[in-house]
């Protein structure tokens, strides 16, 4: 993952991971990880594969329950991730207008706290409360979580804008719904990025936790295992949710590199 500053504003008291300079990537620089990743992932099948497996290892680490894990983990990630970006950016551009300076403050206090809180508080009072589980108490949950890195971020990227360049573009006759389309939201747009990449990790990361809400993923392997005792399953559930939380975090990269406004771009030198 790539190295991310911290930004304070000191108006608002957001504070948010912020990306680093942009550097032009050659295409060596984006074979690397895929590289590495498959390497981790032929190291593990040859390492499992020489292995006496018992029936209960074999259970848990054959082809079927091992794709079954990823593809529940990977859409437990996905969902989480859209309908957090559906929610969180338009709350993080309407909590920039002045006319809820008044609010901001108060919001940003409640939302900072809740991320405070762990998440399987979370994922069980959501159980509790609704009295529901599976993939959308899951979901409820995942979004609460990660919602406050986007929120936080698309906030900073926006107040980040430096004033003159807004008077400028006010001055050139646009109102200011096409200032914020045609200017604030494209400078904003690293930044934004550096949150929904830092909320796409937290996804995969804390979807191994649902598996205690009847929800799937790679945590069934991970519990699996503890539960009968068994390190090889606990090894490969945990190895499995590493290499795919690197994965995303590598495509995500790849997404903000396309996504990142040309002038923001700086050749590498």
């Not at 990306?19 to 390492?47: F, G």
């Not at 004033?163 to 200032?179: I, K």
């Amino acid at each position: 993952m790539t190295a991310e500053a911290t930004v304070e504003k000191p108006d608002s008291g957001v504070i948010a991971q912020t990306p680093p300079p942009a550097r032009r990537r050659d295409w060596l620089s984006y074979l690397t990880m895929p590289a590495i990743l498959a390497a981790v992932l032929l190291a593990l099948y040859l390492y499992v594969d020489r292995q006496e497996l018992d029936s209960i290892e074999a259970r848990s680490l054959n082809a079927a329950s091992l794709g079954t894990a990823v593809w529940e983990h990977v859409l437990l990630a996905a969902v989480s991730t859209a309908i957090t970006l559906v929610i969180a950016v338009p709350l993080g551009v309407l909590l920039t207008r002045p006319f809820t300076r008044r609010i901001r403050p108060y919001l940003i206090t409640v939302l900072t706290l809740g991320q405070a809180v762990p998440t399987i508080s979370i994922l069980f009072l959501m159980a509790a409360a609704f009295l529901f589980l599976g993939f959308s108490a899951a979901i409820v949950g995942l979004v609460l979580y990660a919602i406050i890195p986007v929120l936080l971020n698309t906030m900073v990227g926006l107040e980040q804008v430096d004033d003159s360049v807004l008077e400028a573009g006010r001055g050139m006759g646009l109102s200011r719904f096409q200032v914020l389309r045609r200017i604030e939201v494209p400078l904003a747009v690293p930044v934004i990025l550096a949150g929904v990449r830092t909320a796409l990790v937290i996804n995969v990361g804390t979807a191994a936790l649902v598996t205690y809400i009847n929800a799937g993923g790679l945590g069934d392997i991970i519990v699996a295992g503890l539960s009968t005792n068994r390190v090889l399953v606990q090894i490969v559930g945990a190895a499995l949710t590493a290499v795919l939380a690197l994965t995303i975090d590598y495509l995500a990269g790849i997404v903000e590199d396309l996504l990142r406004p040309k002038g923001l771009r700086l050749a590498r030198g």
